[in-house]
């Protein structure tokens, strides 16, 4: 039954948008076939019956980290990449909206 289920869902994600472009596929494919399986007696599997769910938050912790020469040359190179990256992003917003 799994397996129609999916085919569904992949054919809604092909054929919504032909017939509309105001819903985006993957949401209502999703949409129309949750409200299948709980409207219909179908024997589905859940993410209940593959793992175990906990509640609650996890347990706070101070991550331990050894200072070492190490950990002191990758904390900068970590931080300048993310720099950069966000620099060139913003960078690229502007420019787009200048066009």
């Known amino acids: ?27 209502a494919a999703i949409g129309v076939v949750t409200a299948l399986a709980i409207a219909l007696p179908i024997d589905v ?3 209940g019956d593959v793992a175990r769910i906990a509640g609650g938050f996890p347990e ?18 970590s931080s300048s990449h993310l720099l950069v990256s966000h620099d060139v992003r913003c960078r690229g917003e502007k420019y787009v909206d200048e066009f």
Not at 5 to 26: F, H, R, Y
Not at 60 to 77: H, K
Request: aromatic share 2%; no cysteine.
């Open 45 to 47: 599997r859940t993410v």
């Open 60 to 77: 706070f912790s101070i991550p331990s980290v050894p200072l070492s020469l190490q950990t002191l040359g990758t904390t900068p190179a």
């Open 1 to 27: 039954m799994m397996i129609g289920l999916v085919g569904l869902t992949m054919a809604i994600i092909q054929m919504l948008p032909l017939v509309t472009l105001s819903v985006p596929a993957p949401l």
